[in-house]
């Protein structure tokens, strides 16, 4: 305590007791200041937590949300004190007007203290590790070493340009320190190669001839006149990295190969924020607000005049704490690798992943020279290593004569060129998108160098500023190239003059005003919007300008090519990027049209793409494949595809509800006593829950018994129904399998009444006859379980449909007959693919519809704001939609005017009796319809049911 006379006696020579303002009259009540040896060790300590009310106020919210208590409800003990505010020099000495020596002896102490703080190294910090090897010296020739090991293998009759670009790459890594960077990726990419795993090397990065020849990227820069400054440069101030993408399966087995290979590893963090609604719906809740009424704030539907003093409160107080840190998670893709103890940095935590990760996000991390290395994953990846694998298990030669890094073999492959002229790519990666199908159409692609084009106009802000449509009109109609600046359209002839890439400005900056291709890149930074500061741009803008002059440029013509270029630049798109994923759409492309049943199976396996998967196996059987669902003989938990037969069968994975212990319980007995030969032996073998093999029955997986669902559910429950009701062991015993065995050998139903005999009173008791009525199931049943379990039916949706539904199927046009109907108003009939949702130039609510019509073909509407309000979307289902069909480039669709989904039949599984009205298979029959012209779209096929053309 304050009079503790002994411990005030063991102070230090540089040890002082600190006394806050407030506790001043304490000191002086206590008389602690006149103690010989305690008073002279006193000193004002004025700490500072807040500014203002406002930031304690904030601060106690904060500590309820974390405590996930209400305010009221809020311990003292964990907030700090109000009064510990910044105070201004006079506002402390006259908080301290009492003590006033407490003061002086705080400023002699200051004035006594100095620190001397290192003077910041010139340049940008540097702290990843600095070699690879034992010196820079032994990296460069590693390096080169490589290089010419990729020179034979990419380059097999290089000229001396290649040597050229080669050499002043090399050069300017070595003097920018990043030889082991670029050596990094090598071994981790090389790793990858040997487990087998793909990789795309994407991002600025892939403008490096090195990245290409270390095989980190398969673009070539050369090709494509990339500018290697793009991505490193003497003017760069932020530190370049490489996007390197492996499979989802993969990528954990990569990371952790990091952490094994190198020394001083961890995952990056990133910050989670408040966002308005979260703020609003944290506050509304420690401040004790129903659910209603923060679900009204968060929606914004309250009238401001009438809120009452809480709801006040929670929103004035969201817009103070938005965009607040809320906690750490881990940045998506982020691995750092320091040149010595990883702790020197920063703390680490051990998140769910189990990987150590730094409690700082990648600015930081650029701030204390710490480059992270971008190690994702994406599904398109998986569906190219998965296909190879599925064609190598069928035929290991022609598995073993595809190299899927030879671009040159796939681009000079004439079916990938028809696949993407006809727009035919769903499952491909990035190129299966509704728009993107219908702006490959109308670009007419069949070629690299136009995919990657279209890779880069298709995004957003491109298309925005009008720079996707000044393209496609200028691909299209030569006459309309004249309508671009002579500079611009000499620079850039392969796009039009058209800025398609951030790249674009470069060429410009450089070729046209003489800026150096560091600087250009630097004007291109700008212009994108990452300019620190307006000055910097200002200065950027000069020097175009004058050094434009000076190589005899006129004036006007500078300002007219500025401003072109300041219009288009800050929605261009990184050409390396763009041609990163062509490489990938075409390796996608190419096994999709050499072996699709194989490449669709393996998109359905892996989950990911545009499309639900439902659409996946659409694809499939256009294809060609035959759809079966999933057979307890046949899969596991992935889809298998049998190219002899044209058979896929899906996956249990894909059946809701069915657990994986049940799953991995099936492919282990499988794998250990082959195929099941009845329910019997399913049940002994596996021993399933009656709710997991009512299941398996519904989902159609032991079809191979021949005995209907109806029959196999009635087995089941007999077998497992003392299970089910928990009875005891003994009765267990009694409905073994041995013993269900022998009744359900012929003796299935409820005994039979019989009379008496002569001379008797009661008849001697004769053992029962067991005679199982019919169990038929009612048509469309199995789709119906179906759409339950699986989330889609394996026949036509259209054979859903009623009557009256289908009477108006039978009155539309089809997709294949609308080029013969331009200009016309028609109704299509479509099952619902997707809904692309947009907002006009006036912030109207608008739509893209992209429905599959009778024959599997695609059918493309717009949905303008009048009618997107008055006829909105309603869910899955078949639609009927009215409007005028329009043409622009060849892609043909619908402008909607009105819209209505078509109702189903109900559910046969409720249906009174199980019985469903007649004629429900061939409600389409009476309209026959011809083949669709295309070979490859054959409409739906199935084993299940009839195709959507019966």
């Keep these: 305590?304050?009079?503790?006379?002994?411990?005030?006696?063991?102070?230090?020579?540089?040890?002082?007791?600190?006394?806050?303002?407030?506790?001043?009259?304490?000191?002086?009540?206590?008389?602690?200041?006149?103690?010989?040896?305690?008073?002279?060790?006193?000193?004002?300590?004025?700490?500072?937590?807040?500014?203002?009310?406002?930031?304690?106020?904030?601060?106690?919210?904060?500590?309820?949300?974390?405590?996930?208590?209400?305010?009221?409800?809020?311990?003292?003990?964990?907030?700090?004190?109000?009064?510990?505010?910044?105070?201004?020099?006079?506002?402390?000495?006259?908080?301290?007007?009492?003590?006033?020596?407490?003061?002086?002896?705080?400023?002699?102490?200051?004035?006594?203290?100095?620190?001397?703080?290192?003077?910041?190294?010139?340049?940008?910090?540097?702290?990843?590790?600095?070699?690879?090897?034992?010196?820079?010296?032994?990296?460069?020739?590693?390096?080169?070493?490589?290089?010419?090991?990729?020179?034979?293998?990419?380059?097999?009759?290089?000229?001396?340009?290649?040597?050229?670009?080669?050499?002043?790459?090399?050069?300017?890594?070595?003097?920018?320190?990043?030889?082991?960077?670029?050596?990094?990726?090598?071994?981790?990419?090389?790793?990858?190669?040997?487990?087998?795993?793909?990789?795309?090397?994407?991002?600025?990065?892939?403008?490096?001839?090195?990245?290409?020849?270390?095989?980190?990227?398969?673009?070539?820069?050369?090709?494509?006149?990339?500018?290697?400054?793009?991505?490193?440069?003497?003017?760069?101030?932020?530190?370049?990295?490489?996007?390197?993408?492996?499979?989802?399966?993969?990528?954990?087995?990569?990371?952790?190969?990091?952490?094994?290979?190198?020394?001083?590893?961890?995952?990056?963090?990133?910050?989670?924020?408040?966002?308005?609604?979260?703020?609003?719906?944290?506050?509304?809740?420690?401040?004790?607000?129903?659910?209603?009424?923060?679900?009204?704030?968060?929606?914004?539907?309250?009238?401001?005049?009438?809120?009452?003093?809480?709801?006040?409160?929670?929103?004035?107080?969201?817009?103070?704490?938005?965009?607040?840190?809320?906690?750490?998670?881990?940045?998506?893709?982020?691995?750092?690798?320091?040149?010595?103890?990883?702790?020197?940095?920063?703390?680490?935590?051990?998140?769910?992943?189990?990987?150590?990760?730094?409690?700082?996000?990648?600015?930081?991390?650029?701030?204390?020279?710490?480059?992270?290395?971008?190690?994702?994953?994406?599904?398109?990846?998986?569906?190219?290593?998965?296909?190879?694998?599925?064609?190598?298990?069928?035929?290991?030669?022609?598995?073993?004569?595809?190299?899927?890094?030879?671009?040159?073999?796939?681009?000079?492959?004439?079916?990938?060129?028809?696949?993407?002229?006809?727009?035919?790519?769903?499952?491909?990666?990035?190129?299966?998108?509704?728009?993107?199908?219908?702006?490959?159409?109308?670009?007419?692609?069949?070629?690299?160098?136009?995919?990657?084009?279209?890779?880069?106009?298709?995004?957003?802000?491109?298309?925005?500023?009008?720079?996707?449509?000044?393209?496609?009109?200028?691909?299209?109609?030569?006459?309309?190239?004249?309508?671009?600046?002579?500079?611009?359209?000499?620079?850039?002839?392969?796009?039009?003059?058209?800025?398609?890439?951030?790249?674009?400005?470069?060429?410009?900056?450089?070729?046209?005003?003489?800026?150096?291709?560091?600087?250009?890149?630097?004007?291109?930074?700008?212009?994108?919007?990452?300019?620190?500061?307006?000055?910097?741009?200002?200065?950027?803008?000069?020097?175009?300008?004058?050094?434009?002059?000076?190589?005899?440029?006129?004036?006007?013509?500078?300002?007219?090519?500025?401003?072109?270029m300041e219009s288009f630049a800050g929605y261009a798109f990184a050409k390396g990027h763009s041609a990163s994923y062509a490489v990938e759409s075409y390796q996608s492309l190419f096994l999709k049209v050499h072996f699709p049943i194989e490449y669709m199976c393996a998109c359905i396996n892996n989950f990911g793409g545009f499309y639900r998967t439902e659409f996946y196996v659409h694809e499939a059987r256009m294809l060609g494949a035959r759809i079966e669902a999933p057979c307890v003989n046949t899969v596991g938990a992935l889809a298998v595809a049998d190219p002899t037969s044209q058979t896929l069968t899906l996956g249990f994975n894909l059946v809701k509800d069915l657990n994986h212990a049940t799953i991995a319980a099936l492919e282990q007995a499988r794998a250990e006593g082959g195929p099941f030969a009845s329910l019997i032996d399913l049940v002994e073998r596996v021993a399933p829950s009656l709710e997991q093999l009512t299941i398996l029955i519904r989902v159609g997986a032991l079809r191979f018994t021949s005995a209907t669902k109806h029959v196999l559910l009635w087995e089941a429950h007999f077998l497992l129904a003392a299970e089910a009701q928990g009875t005891s062991n003994t009765s267990r015993a009694s409905s073994s399998p041995a013993h269900v065995a022998e009744l359900l050998a012929g003796r299935r139903a409820l005994p039979a009444r019989t009379g008496t005999g002569t001379g008797e009173l009661f008849a001697p008791p004769k053992p029962p006859t067991y005679v199982l009525p019919p169990l038929d199931a009612a048509p469309l049943t199995d789709a119906f379980d179906e759409w339950e379990l699986l989330g889609f039916p394996l026949c036509s949706p259209f054979l859903l449909l009623t009557e009256d539904a289908k009477a108006i199927v039978r009155s539309g046009v089809l997709a294949r007959d609308l080029p013969d109907r331009i200009g016309e108003v028609v109704t299509v009939v479509g099952h619902l693919v997707t809904v692309k949702e947009t907002a006009t130039a006036k912030g109207e609510r608008m739509c893209f519809g992209c429905f599959v019509d009778l024959e599997g073909a695609w059918l493309d509407t717009v949905h303008f704001p009048d009618v997107a309000r008055d006829f909105p979307f309603r869910g899955r289902g078949v639609y009927a939609v009215r409007g005028t069909v329009s043409e622009s480039f060849g892609c043909v669709g619908v402008n909607a005017q009105r819209m209505e989904r078509l109702a189903t039949l109900p559910d046969p599984r409720y249906a009174e009796n199980g019985v469903m009205p007649a004629g429900i298979d061939s409600g389409l029959s009476s309209r026959r319809r011809q083949p669709p012209k295309s070979a490859s779209a054959p409409g739906f096929r199935g084993t299940v049911a009839p195709p959507f053309v019966p």
């Design 1 to 564: 305590g304050l009079n503790d006379h002994d411990e005030a006696a063991a102070l230090g020579t540089d040890e002082w007791v600190g006394v806050q303002a407030w506790e001043v009259p304490a000191v002086r009540l206590a008389r602690a200041d006149r103690d010989p040896t305690l008073g002279p060790r006193l000193l004002a300590l004025s700490t500072a937590t807040f500014t203002c009310k406002r930031d304690w106020n904030t601060h106690r919210l904060l500590r309820a949300i974390d405590h996930n208590t209400l305010l009221s409800r809020l311990d003292a003990a964990e907030c700090g004190d109000p009064r510990d505010c910044f105070r201004a020099p006079n506002e402390l000495r006259k908080a301290y007007a009492e003590m006033p020596e407490l003061v002086a002896r705080a400023e002699d102490l200051l004035a006594g203290c100095s620190m001397d703080l290192p003077e910041p190294p010139e340049g940008r910090l540097h702290n990843n590790p600095h070699t690879y090897t034992e010196s820079e010296d032994e990296d460069e020739a590693l390096v080169r070493a490589l290089c010419a090991e990729g020179l034979a293998y990419r380059y097999p009759d290089h000229d001396d340009a290649v040597l050229e670009r080669m050499e002043h790459e090399i050069g300017l890594i070595r003097q920018q320190g990043f030889l082991a960077y670029f050596l990094i990726n090598w071994d981790i990419t090389s790793y990858a190669r040997s487990k087998g795993y793909f990789h795309v090397g994407r991002g600025s990065g892939a403008n490096s001839l090195v990245a290409y020849l270390l095989r980190i990227t398969d673009v070539d820069p050369i090709e494509l006149d990339l500018y290697f400054e793009r991505f490193l440069n003497l003017y760069r101030a932020n530190p370049p990295d490489f996007d390197i993408d492996f499979s989802w399966t993969d990528r954990d087995d990569v990371v952790a190969y990091m952490f094994q290979r190198f020394p001083n590893v961890a995952l990056l963090a990133a910050y989670n924020t408040f966002q308005y609604r979260a703020a609003v719906r944290e506050l509304g809740k420690v401040m004790g607000l129903p659910k209603h009424e923060i679900d009204a704030l968060c929606a914004g539907k309250f009238n401001p005049n009438r809120l009452g003093e809480m709801e006040t409160v929670v929103l004035k107080y969201a817009a103070v704490i938005r965009d607040f840190p809320s906690s750490l998670t881990l940045h998506a893709c982020g691995v750092l690798i320091a040149h010595d103890n990883i702790h020197r940095y920063g703390a680490l935590f051990m998140p769910p992943k189990g990987l150590p990760t730094v409690m700082f996000d990648m600015v930081v991390a650029e701030d204390v020279g710490l480059h992270k290395f971008d190690i994702l994953s994406q599904r398109g990846l998986g569906k190219i290593k998965d296909a190879l694998e599925m064609v190598r298990a069928r035929d290991p030669k022609t598995a073993a004569d595809i190299d899927i890094h030879d671009m040159r073999r796939f681009k000079a492959d004439e079916g990938v060129r028809a696949m993407l002229r006809e727009a035919r790519a769903t499952g491909c990666f990035y190129v299966e998108s509704p728009a993107m199908r219908m702006l490959m159409r109308k670009l007419q692609v069949d070629d690299y160098l136009g995919l990657v084009a279209a890779s880069s106009v298709i995004r957003p802000g491109v298309s925005r500023s009008g720079m996707m449509q000044a393209y496609i009109e200028r691909h299209r109609d030569p006459a309309k190239r004249a309508d671009a600046h002579p500079v611009l359209l000499h620079l850039m002839p392969e796009t039009y003059g058209v800025m398609v890439y951030q790249e674009d400005v470069i060429k410009v900056a450089h070729r046209f005003a003489g800026l150096d291709l560091g600087e250009a890149d630097v004007l291109r930074r700008g212009m994108s919007g990452k300019f620190r500061s307006r000055e910097e741009f200002d200065r950027a803008r000069d020097a175009f300008h004058t050094k434009a002059v000076a190589k005899g440029h006129a004036s006007d013509m500078v300002r007219e090519v500025w401003r072109q």
